[in-house]
T-cell receptor
Framework: AQRVTQPEKLLSVFKGAPVELKCNYS??????LFWYVQYSRQRLQLLLR??SRESIKGFTADLNKGETSFHLKKPFAQEEDSAMYYC??????????????FGTGTRLQVTL | EADIYQTPRYLVIGTGKKITLECSQT?????MYWYQQDPGMELHLIHY???????EKGDLSSESTVSRIRTEHFPLTLESARPSHTSQYLC??????????FGQGTRLTVV
């Protein structure tokens, strides 16, 4: 079974403060990890994926297989970062019917 | 333009009615998904498909059914709607384990 856990429902930070959104996963095979973001009244969209190892909108996430974590980080929060963030997991083996499973989501609130 | 479309965007319907939520994608993706989401809350996978004539139930038990007769089309049907079915339904598609693209969603209200 695959599972994604996001322990915080709400994270409130001040503008300019560092942000860390936590994500832990459980999966027996090779995981593909993603962070999705949902801004107010917009579609859910991909923010970044671990395999691309890139920084998007100042956010980065590193896959730690030892700790089975994929935490999302940004050094300085901006007001426009306020949104709902979802961690997601899929199996990397394209030959299997792997499903895309989401965590419960964390609402990030950036205040002045 | 390649996209994923859901219709209707909003639906208010009486208890006991049969409804079909439409989802179509023009990206040629093999995988498609249906999620149930209350606004601002977690997404629950209710159905997924990895190709034509293949469908699987997701993590959340649902009274809905799906079909995948064509690659681009993945409709969800409720034979008899109930107030407990009131929610937002999100359709998504992906090419294998790659990025999933989401539709705008259908907000269903059963009265």
């Amino acid at each position: 079974a695959q599972r994604v856990t996001q322990p915080e429902k709400l994270l409130s930070v001040f503008k300019g403060a560092p942000v860390e959104l936590k994500c832990n996963y459980s999966y027996s095979g090779s995981p593909e990890l993603f962070w999705y973001v949902q801004y107010s009244r917009q579609r859910l969209q991909l923010l970044l994926r671990h395999i691309s190892r890139e920084s998007i909108k100042g956010f980065t996430a590193d896959l730690n297989k030892g700790e089975t974590s994929f935490h999302l980080k940004k050094p300085f929060a901006q007001e426009e970062d306020s949104a709902m963030y979802y961690c997601a997991l899929s199996g990397r083996n394209t030959g299997t019917a792997s499903k895309l499973t989401f965590g419960t989501g964390t609402r990030l609130q950036v205040t002045l | 333009e390649a996209d994923i479309y859901q219709t209707p965007r909003y639906l208010v319907i009486g208890t006991g009615k049969k409804i079909t939520l439409e989802c179509s994608q023009t990206m040629g993706h093999d995988k498609m998904y249906w999620y149930q989401q209350d606004p601002g809350m977690e997404l629950h996978l209710i159905h997924y498909s990895y190709g034509v004539n293949s469908t699987e139930k997701g993590d959340l038990s649902s009274e809905s059914t799906v079909s995948r007769i064509r690659t681009e089309h993945f409709p969800l049907t409720l034979e008899s709607a109930r107030p407990s079915h009131t929610s937002q339904y999100l359709c998504a598609s992906s090419a294998g384990p790659a990025e999933a693209f989401f539709g705008q969603g259908t907000r269903l209200t059963v009265v």
